[in-house]
């Protein structure tokens, strides 16, 4: 069995800044990319940006600039700083790696913007 598990969503003001984290643990055999997708309400869910245990990223341009992705391989976790928050940045925020050569998923982690 293999879990991920996040932290760090919740409540801020616009302007402000949230850190997410998202922790691999269990029969971890092989862990490659990692990262995080979020869906606001009525969207589809979009990938907000990944990163490979070599650490190299992706971001896609529409993130880029107010988000960074970055990896602890010793903990299985990476971790994803958001700055300038807006109230459009308001999600469920996904956490994604490839575990095992399986995708796996985690629960979600809400992220909410006040204006």
């Known amino acids: 069995q293999v879990h991920l598990v996040e932290s760090g969503g919740g409540l801020v003001q616009a302007g402000g800044s949230l850190r997410l984290s998202c922790a691999a643990s269990?029969?971890?055999?092989?862990?490659?990319?990692m990262g995080w997708y979020r869906q606001a309400p009525g969207k589809e869910r979009a990938l907000v940006a990944s990163?490979?245990?070599?650490?190299?990223?992706h971001v896609p341009d529409s993130m880029k600039g107010q988000f960074t992705i970055s990896r602890d391989n010793a903990k299985n976790t990476i971790y994803l700083q958001m700055n300038s928050l807006k109230p459009e940045d308001t999600a469920v925020y996904y956490c994604?790696?490839?575990?095992?050569?399986?995708?796996?998923w985690g629960q979600g982690t809400q992220v909410t913007v006040s204006s």
């Open positions: 994604y790696a490839y575990i095992n050569y399986l995708v796996k």
């Open positions: 990163i490979n245990s070599d650490n190299s990223v």
């Open positions: 269990g029969s971890i055999r092989s862990l490659n990319v």
